[in-house]
T-cell receptor
Framework: AQTVTQSQPEMSVQEAETVTLSCTYD???????LFWYKQPPSRQMILVIR??????QNATENRFSVNFQKAAKSFSLKISDSQLGDTAMYFC?????????????????FGTGTRLTIIP | NAGVTQTPKFQVLKTGQSMTLQCAQD?????MSWYRQDPGMGLRLIHY???????DQGEVPNGYNVSRSTTEDFPLRLLSAAPSQTSVYFC????????????FGSGTRLTVV
C-alpha cells in the first residue's frame, strides 16, 4: 500500500515571502500521479497542482510550483509571493493509474496535511 | 454549476441512530468515493465505487454502508452511529483516469453524541 508523509504539521510565513511544503511518499510503482490540494477555512477541497511521475519537468501553476524528485520519492510544493488567501490546510496526495490512463485509477491516498498561515 | 453536491452540511445524531449522507454529481464521473477527515489524520477512504452497481471497501469501512444504483448518486449510510464516527465527511468523484484529480463536495460535519 502506498503511504504519503507530510512532516510539517504547521508552518507560517510573512506575506509576500516564499514557502515550501514538504511531502514524501512510499511506492513500488513506476508511474503514478501526485497532487496538492488546498483546504481553506471554508472546508472546500481545491486542486492546486498535479504531476505525472513519467514527466521529469516540474509542474507550475502561476505562483505554485513543485519540486518532484522521483528517486527520492519527494514532492514538495513551493508557493511564491505568498498571499493572505493562501492560508489553508495543504494536502499532498498519491494516485496510481491502472494499466494506462484510460483503464482507471486506484484510490487517492492523502498525507496528514500541513496547516499554512500567511502573516500580514 | 457542475460539481459534487453533498447534503446535509451539518448533522447531530444520538448514539445508535442511523442516517444517510447524500452525494450527487453531474459530471458523468465513473468514480465516486467517500472520505472522512479527522484532525491529524488527513482524509481516509471509507468506500468507493468505480461505476453503477460496483462498490468496494476503503481503509475505514466499518459502520458504513454504500450503494451505487446510478452514475450520479452515491449515498453513505451510517447504520448505528457511534461517537467515533464524529468527523467531517467528503464525497468526491473523478473521471476514469483520475488525472484531472478528484472533485470534492463541500463536506458534512457530523457530530454523534
Amino acid at each position: 500500500a502506498q503511504t504519503v508523509t507530510q512532516s510539517q504539521p504547521e508552518m507560517s510565513v510573512q506575506e509576500a515571502e516564499t514557502v515550501t511544503l514538504s511531502c514524501t511518499y512510499d511506492t513500488s510503482e513506476n508511474n503514478y500521479y501526485l497532487f496538492w490540494y488546498k483546504q481553506p477555512p471554508s472546508r472546500q477541497m481545491i486542486l492546486v497542482i498535479r504531476q505525472e511521475a513519467y514527466k521529469q519537468q516540474n509542474a507550475t501553476e502561476n505562483r505554485f510550483s513543485v519540486n518532484f524528485q522521483k528517486a527520492a520519492k519527494s514532492f514538495s510544493l513551493k508557493i511564491s509571493d505568498s498571499q493572505l488567501g493562501d492560508t489553508a490546510m495543504y494536502f499532498c496526495a498519491f494516485m496510481k493509474p491502472l494499466a494506462g490512463s484510460n483503464f482507471g485509477n486506484e484510490k487517492l491516498t492523502f498525507g496528514t496535511g500541513t496547516r499554512l498561515t500567511i502573516i500580514p | 454549476n457542475a460539481g459534487v453536491t453533498q447534503t446535509p452540511k451539518f448533522q447531530v445524531l444520538k448514539t445508535g441512530q442511523s442516517m444517510t449522507l447524500q452525494c450527487a454529481q453531474d459530471m458523468n464521473h465513473e468514480y465516486m468515493s467517500w472520505y472522512r477527515q479527522d484532525p491529524g489524520m488527513g482524509l481516509r477512504l471509507i468506500h468507493y465505487s468505480v461505476g453503477a452497481g460496483i462498490t468496494d471497501q476503503g481503509e475505514v469501512p466499518n459502520g458504513y454502508n454504500v450503494s451505487r444504483s446510478t452514475t450520479e448518486d452515491f449515498p453513505l449510510r451510517l447504520l448505528s452511529a457511534a461517537p467515533s464516527q464524529t468527523s467531517v465527511y467528503f464525497c468526491a468523484s473523478s473521471s476514469r483516469s483520475g488525472w484531472d484529480g478528484y472533485t470534492f463536495g463541500s463536506g458534512t460535519r457530523l457530530t454523534v453524541v
